[in-house]
């Protein structure tokens, strides 16, 4: 029981420390205004992706698991635009617009 | 004679003679009784103006007052600092820092603070130059918060292996932001990084273009930046009373983020003041001014 009791501890210590390293957050414009509620947004770092989706107010904010670059993907339609992100020990914010050229998405930081 | 038979005008002008002067004495005591009230009224709202502002010097003179003993007394532990031990003096940086972050530059306790932890750093105190970049972060998120919501901001990430590998500076992506009437071209390139310190060597070139012509104004600043430059108190001063602020947001092992905020120049810090001629400018009018700027080109 000690045991059980000890490590849901450790557990619940450990929480709040993963998930502040390396998150990413920002918002998601096209042509202007925030992108809907649930578009979804994926972060790759190295091997491991981070699935996610922007809310109502067109935010992300998702977590990678160390520092370093990560690629950010946006799925609009059946265009997936990407740009390179970068995590850190602290938050990072990142927002970003969606350029349509030539019929096709471009995902710049602003 | 025989007497003039009166007609309708004759009868009414009969009748008419008291109510005009009736009337006439209404208009008068109707005229003196608004008028009063709108004069008691003008002398209330006076009153009000002047006890609210009677309120809020006298509380602006408390408050000086306080900050200024506070600050007597805070400042006195950095002048002596054999006087203090490295937390104490931390404390007092930080209670400087969350209190005048507005009106004093205080990257250069920030700076010897630094270099005194480091020297001193033990196990025991290695968490102390962690405590003071936390500090500086805060300070530096609070005034981008405030700059940001009046003027106009962009980021970038500086990769350092790309810096590594252009001898020449690796120029970032320029960004064009708009504040009042003006636009302005910023150009940032990053010339050094000093990763152990994190500290970036930045040349920043801003190009404005002139009314009515093709032709652009450049103005450019080479500078260092680190966690310690406050945008509100540490800033480029631009034309037409704006400025221009580098801070960083992020800084790790392999890349760091920037931030570049354009602002107008009555959210600078309180030390500053705005240059007569463009306060002169500023009243004239804008397209005056302009009409004055391109005689004197």
């Given at each position: 029981?000690?045991?059980?009791?000890?490590?849901?501890?450790?557990?619940?210590?450990?929480?709040?420390?993963?998930?502040?390293?390396?998150?990413?957050?920002?918002?998601?414009?096209d042509q202007g205004k925030l992108v809907?509620?649930?578009?979804?947004?994926?972060?790759?770092?190295?091997?491991?992706?981070?699935?996610?989706?922007?809310?109502?107010?067109?935010?992300?904010?998702?977590?990678?698991?160390?520092?370093?670059?990560?690629?950010?993907?946006?799925?609009?339609?059946?265009?997936?635009?990407?740009?390179?992100?970068?995590?850190?020990?602290?938050?990072?914010?990142?927002?970003?617009?969606?350029?349509?050229?030539?019929?096709?998405?471009?995902?710049?930081?602003? | 004679?025989?007497?003039?038979?009166?007609?309708?005008?004759?009868?009414?002008?009969?009748?008419?003679?008291?109510?005009?002067?009736?009337?006439?004495?209404?208009?008068?005591?109707?005229?003196?009784?608004?008028?009063?009230?709108?004069?008691?009224k003008r002398q209330s709202e006076e009153?009000?103006?002047?006890?609210?502002?009677?309120?809020?010097?006298?509380?602006?003179?408390?408050?000086?007052?306080?900050?200024?003993?506070?600050?007597?007394?805070?400042?006195?532990?950095?002048?002596?600092?054999?006087?203090?031990?490295?937390?104490?003096?931390?404390?007092?940086?930080?209670?400087?820092?969350?209190?005048?972050?507005?009106?004093?530059?205080?990257?250069?306790?920030?700076?010897?603070?630094?270099?005194?932890?480091?020297?001193?750093?033990?196990?025991?105190?290695?968490?102390?130059?962690?405590?003071?970049?936390?500090?500086?972060?805060?300070?530096?998120?609070?005034?981008?918060?405030?700059?940001?919501?009046?003027?106009?901001?962009?980021?970038?990430?500086?990769?350092?292996?790309?810096?590594?590998q252009s001898p020449g500076g690796l120029?970032?992506?320029?960004?064009?932001?708009?504040?009042?009437?003006?636009?302005?071209?910023?150009?940032?390139?990053?010339?050094?990084?000093?990763?152990?310190?994190?500290?970036?060597?930045?040349?920043?070139?801003?190009?404005?273009?002139?009314?009515?012509?093709?032709?652009?104004?450049?103005?450019?600043?080479?500078?260092?930046?680190?966690?310690?430059?406050?945008?509100?108190?540490?800033?480029?001063?631009?034309?037409?009373?704006?400025?221009?602020?580098?801070?960083?947001?992020?800084?790790?092992?392999?890349?760091?983020?920037?931030?570049?905020?354009?602002?107008?120049?009555?959210?600078?810090?309180?030390?500053?003041?705005?240059?007569?001629?463009?306060?002169?400018?500023?009243?004239?009018?804008?397209?005056?001014?302009?009409?004055?700027?391109?005689?004197?080109?």
């Amino acid at each position: 029981m000690k045991k059980h009791v000890l490590a849901m501890l450790l557990a619940i210590a450990a929480i709040p420390t993963a998930a502040a390293a390396g998150e990413i957050y920002g918002t998601i414009k096209d042509q202007g205004k925030l992108v809907k509620e649930g578009v979804p947004v994926t972060m790759a770092c190295g091997a491991t992706s981070v699935p996610g989706a922007t809310d109502k107010n067109g935010a992300y904010r998702l977590f990678a698991s160390a520092e370093g670059k990560c690629t950010l993907t946006v799925k609009m339609g059946s265009e997936s635009p990407a740009a390179v992100v970068h995590s850190y020990a602290e938050s990072a914010r990142y927002n970003f617009h969606l350029e349509k050229k030539d019929g096709k998405y471009t995902l710049k930081a602003e | 004679m025989t007497e003039k038979q009166k007609d309708g005008w004759d009868k009414a002008a009969i009748v008419l003679h008291p109510v005009g002067g009736l009337l006439a004495a209404l208009a008068v005591a109707g005229l003196g009784f608004f008028g009063s009230q709108f004069l008691e009224k003008r002398q209330s709202e006076e009153t009000r103006a002047r006890f609210f502002s009677e309120l809020i010097s006298k509380r602006e003179e408390a408050d000086s007052a306080l900050r200024k003993d506070m600050f007597m007394s805070i400042i006195q532990s950095f002048l002596r600092p054999e006087s203090a031990s490295i937390d104490d003096r931390i404390v007092k940086l930080e209670l400087l820092a969350y209190n005048f972050h507005e009106s004093l530059n205080l990257k250069p306790l920030f700076v010897q603070l630094a270099g005194d932890i480091a020297k001193s750093a033990t196990p025991a105190t290695r968490g102390n130059g962690d405590r003071l970049e936390k500090v500086a972060r805060e300070v530096v998120r609070k005034e981008m918060v405030v700059l940001e919501g009046v003027g106009a901001s962009f980021g970038r990430t500086i990769d350092f292996d790309d810096v590594a590998q252009s001898p020449g500076g690796l120029a970032l992506d320029s960004g064009k932001l708009t504040l009042g009437r003006i636009s302005r071209e910023f150009s940032i390139v990053v010339e050094k990084i000093e990763v152990p310190t994190k500290q970036i060597q930045i040349r920043l070139e801003v190009k404005t273009p002139r009314e009515g012509s093709h032709e652009v104004d450049t103005d450019d600043a080479e500078f260092w930046v680190d966690f310690f430059d406050f945008p509100m108190i540490d800033h480029t001063r631009l034309s037409h009373d704006q400025r221009c602020a580098v801070v960083i947001k992020n800084f790790g092992k392999s890349s760091a983020k920037i931030g570049l905020v354009f602002f107008p120049g009555s959210y600078a810090s309180l030390k500053e003041k705005p240059y007569i001629q463009e306060m002169i400018r500023d009243l004239l009018g804008a397209k005056q001014a302009s009409d004055l700027e391109n005689a004197r080109r």
